[in-house]
T-cell receptor
Framework: GQQLNQSPQSMFIQEGEDVSMNCTSS?????WLWYKQEPGEGPVLLIA?????ELTSNGRLTAQFGITRKDSFLNISASIPSDVGIYFC????????????FGKGITLSVRP | NAGVMQNPRHLVRRRGQEARLRCSPM?????VYWYRQLPEEGLKFMVY????????ESGMPKERFSAEFPKEGPSILRIQQVVRGDSAAYFC????????????FGDGTRLSIL
């Protein structure tokens, strides 16, 4: 089946730094989404991307839908301690086959 | 709270018992998805339902697992004769019509099998 690749598994940054995360796929998707999960909670939607090449921002977060439709990146600028969590990318087709395919996630740690 | 509601948050069962997990979608959402998450893994799709219909159950084991989303009431994921390998976090997500709107997740049910 389809697999989304996120690496590295963990990232450690200093507060105030920018960080970029990439997600690649062996398959084309119609929609890319980025979620953040904190311990004991469900994934929270950060950004949804619907068109190849689309660049979308949500506060300090910026994400892009790759031109090939097989990749996406998420950038967090000026990181703060509450950015700590696991960041998942997910790809989706539309219509009846609208399940999400998730990457394994990247655990982000922010040193004060 | 207008979000996706799941209960119970934690469920402990002994091997061979039945587990019932409930999910109430966001208000107005008629599409429900169930996912399973193992420790340090991403979420894996199990089943997609609309009211009274199963649309895609390709990710759900053929035996012991079933799901429903009745006309009235929450969606139910049912696991019969649980085994240790069923221990996981089970998440429900819902979306608006049409189905390609973003999915919003509940906080999950952590199932532990003794």
């Amino acid at each position: 089946g389809q697999q989304l690749n996120q690496s590295p598994q963990s990232m450690f940054i200093q507060e105030g730094e920018d960080v970029s995360m990439n997600c690649t796929s062996s398959s084309i998707f119609n929609t890319w989404l980025w979620y953040k999960q904190e311990p004991g909670e469900g994934p929270v939607l950060l950004i949804a991307l619907y068109k190849a090449g689309e660049l979308t921002s949500n506060g300090r977060l910026t994400a892009q839908f790759g031109i090939t439709r097989k990749d996406s990146f998420l950038n967090i600028s000026a990181s703060i301690p509450s950015d700590v969590g696991i960041y998942f990318c997910a790809g989706q087709f539309t219509g009846a086959n609208s399940k999400l395919t998730f990457g394994k996630g990247i655990t982000l740690s922010v040193r004060p | 709270n207008a979000g996706v509601m799941q209960n119970p948050r934690h469920l402990v069962r002994r091997r061979g018992q039945e587990a019932r997990l409930r999910c109430s979608p966001m208000k107005g959402h008629s599409h429900v998805y169930w996912y399973r998450q193992l420790p340090e893994e991403g979420l894996k799709f199990m089943v997609y339902l609309q009211k009274e219909n199963i649309i895609d159950e390709s990710g759900m084991p053929k035996e012991r697992f079933s799901a429903e989303f009745p006309k009235e009431g929450p969606s139910i994921l049912r696991i019969q004769q649980v085994v240790r390998g069923d221990s996981a976090a089970y998440f429900c997500a819902s979306s608006l019509l049409p189905a390609d709107q973003p999915q919003h997740f509940g906080d999950g049910t952590r199932l532990s099998i003794l």
